[in-house]
């Protein structure tokens, strides 16, 4: 088990710590702020990401990072609370974090994403190779599936698409006092959403909600935390092992 130090939803480690566990792989959160419905807060991919990082760093020994908490949300505007940066900075942001982990000492990072908007983050981590630092992008969409599938996820990974039957078992389960009343009565499918990016999210949905919440339970939560852990094995074990 990892000695990596977690309270909440952030890392508590001192510079001492970080020093005697000497791990050469980073994980990074990344969230969002913006609607998720009624019932989830404007937190929850920020919530999502640093839950399944803190699961990761409980079993692996890897430098867990405080999260990004604001990115690409552009097609949640129509809500208020939401909140975006370009896709240029959340790009500079994550290079200029892997720069500073490399001259710690660092030469790998791992990025888990918790934000579908997020489409950036596939070229920073294509980008990066043959660079200095190595990075990965978790979960990928076979995760995701493995992941469903553990945990008897009945909405399918394209209907289940905001606020749905997965976000809200990760949050009935880890951070229950999160979920207000009502995701059992906000069910919505849009599964055809082909004009997503040039209208947003407000062409498909007046609650804000695409998905099936009211399939969600604790127990679902948990199954989904464990097939992520278990699937970021291959992650790190590819990582450790790349030739410096």
């Known amino acids: 088990m990892s000695s990596s130090g977690t309270t909440g939803l952030l890392p508590q480690d001192t510079t001492e ?11 990074l959160p ?11 807060p404007l ?8 839950t399944i990082a803190g699961e990761i760093a409980r079993v692996y020994p890897v430098q867990l990072l405080p999260p990004v908490t604001i990115s690409c949300s552009h097609e949640h505007a ?3 609370g939401t909140v975006s940066i370009s896709a240029a900075t959340l790009h500079a942001v994550i290079r200029d974090i892997a720069s500073s982990l490399h001259r710690s000492g660092v030469d790998s990072l791992v990025v888990v994403n918790g934000h579908g908007g997020n489409y950036v983050l596939g070229n920073v981590v294509q980008e990066s190779f043959g660079g200095d630092v190595r990075m990965a992008l978790f979960p990928g ?4 599936e493995i992941a469903r599938e553990r945990a008897a996820v009945e909405t399918s990974l394209l209907t289940d698409m905001h606020a749905g039957e997965i976000e809200t078992s990760i949050l009935l389960h880890a951070h229950p006092e999160l979920v207000r ?5 906000s069910d919505w499918v849009a599964d055809d959403r082909r004009h997503l990016l040039t209208l947003g999210m407000s062409a498909y949905t007046d609650s804000g909600v695409i998905g099936r919440p009211s399939r969600a339970s604790a127990e679902k939560g948990k ?22």
Do not use: I, K, M
Request: proline share 5%.
């Open 181 to 185: 009343p009502g995701y059992e009565t």
């Open 30 to 40: 990344v969230g969002s702020l913006e609607q998720h419905g009624p019932y989830l």
């Open 43 to 50: 937190t929850t991919d920020t919530v999502v990401a640093c």
């Open 223 to 244: 199954e989904l935390l464990a097939a992520f852990t278990e699937s970021f094995g291959e992650y790190f074990s590819l990582l450790e092992n790349l030739e410096r």
């Open 141 to 144: 969409l076979d995760d995701w």
């Open 78 to 80: 129509a809500w208020p």
């Open 17 to 27: 710590e970080v020093r005697a566990r000497g791990s050469r792989v980073a994980v």
